[in-house]
């Protein structure tokens, strides 16, 4: 990757230029650069689409949201209306496609999946995934972790579980279980945010507290507030690199209705977006944004909140140290 910011290659297309209806739709209006291509090797940040679902257990849908992600994206505009930070002008900034699954085979997906990100890590780009079910974070730490990586986990379900339906090893239900056993994760530096709902029984929370995962479910992030959840949870993660993974069940449906799983009783829009604003300055390798499921919320209001959070995460990622 280039040490320097090229030219006006990498900046988004204005609303002033061509109208946000008009054009091609790439993740926040940028130019489209596949592996492979020309100044491929320029990116810093590269913004992938994960349209796969194989994992889903209950409500499919999430192969269709990078489309709709995208389209939600043109909407995005290059300054940060908090922090003035304008990431275009830090990074630069690439839609580096689609990874292409295999709709057959949930195996041969993970395997693809893997390749991919693990040539994003060999040309040294950070990638920010718009999914896509949770299943999708496992092959992507698969190809991004050189060691033992930290997450900061925002859901309304751990995704801890050893297994579905008789053994199934690979749900979205399952990808940190994995990771964990896999050495992708380091668990005494996971923070799950946002915990909620019924559940099958706690054979997921048992895990999280043999392993030492920090699991703040949605009372205590109530109580205590966004600022001093945030503030632990950077104490967990530290200094050293860190994975981020935002599953939009997170949010109340109210404001988030277009997803497979959803749990009432979840924080509303701004806070979605506020909590991404106390992850500046952490060493973050990879980002996602998952579970946006377009049947679900034909509004495409979903997709909006989700290409937002997205810009947040963006905006985390330009202040890395990375």
Not at 253 to 273: D, H, I
Not at 280 to 301: N, T
Request: charged letters at 20%; one cysteine or more; glycine letters at 10%.
């Amino acid at each position: 990757m280039s040490d320097h910011l090229s030219d006006s290659f990498f900046t988004p297309v204005s609303g002033f230029e061509l109208p946000r209806f008009a054009g091609i739709s790439t993740f926040m209006r940028l130019p489209y650069v596949p592996p492979g291509a020309p100044r491929f090797d320029e990116v810093g940040i590269g913004l992938v689409g994960a349209p796969w679902d194989s994992g889903t257990t209950n409500r499919p849908g999430p192969r269709h949201g990078p489309r709709q992600l995208r389209d939600a994206s043109t909407m995005i505009r290059a300054e940060h209306p908090v922090s003035g930070i304008r990431p275009f002008e830090r990074v630069n900034c690439a839609d580096l496609g689609d990874v292409g699954p295999n709709p057959a085979s949930i195996r041969d997906s993970l395997d693809r999946m893997t390749a991919f990100y693990a040539g994003l890590r060999e040309a040294g780009i950070r990638p920010l995934t718009g999914g896509g079910d949770h299943l999708c974070s496992l092959p992507i730490l698969r190809g991004i972790s050189d060691a033992p990586l930290g997450m900061i986990h925002f859901d309304s379900h751990t995704d801890l579980y050893h297994s579905y339906f008789g053994g199934e090893m690979y749900t979205h239900g399952t990808p940190f279980r994995r990771a964990i056993e896999e050495e992708l994760l380091d668990p005494k530096r996971i923070v799950q945010i946002g915990i909620r709902g019924t559940m099958y029984d706690r054979e997921d929370i048992d895990f999280a507290e043999s392993a030492g995962v920090r699991i703040i479910r949605i009372e205590e992030f109530f109580d205590r507030g966004v600022a001093d959840v945030m503030g632990e949870a950077r104490e967990i993660v530290g200094t050293a690199p860190l994975y981020v993974s935002y599953d939009i069940d997170f949010v109340d449906p109210t404001f988030a209705p277009g997803t497979g799983t959803p749990e009432v009783g979840g924080p509303n829009s701004f806070q979605a977006l506020e909590v991404c604003r106390h992850l500046a300055d952490l060493d973050i390798r990879g980002a996602d944004l998952v579970e946006v499921s377009p049947p679900f919320d034909p509004s495409g209001a979903t997709a909006f909140l989700g290409a937002s959070i997205m810009f947040e995460l963006l905006c985390a990622m330009v202040t890395s140290p990375s």
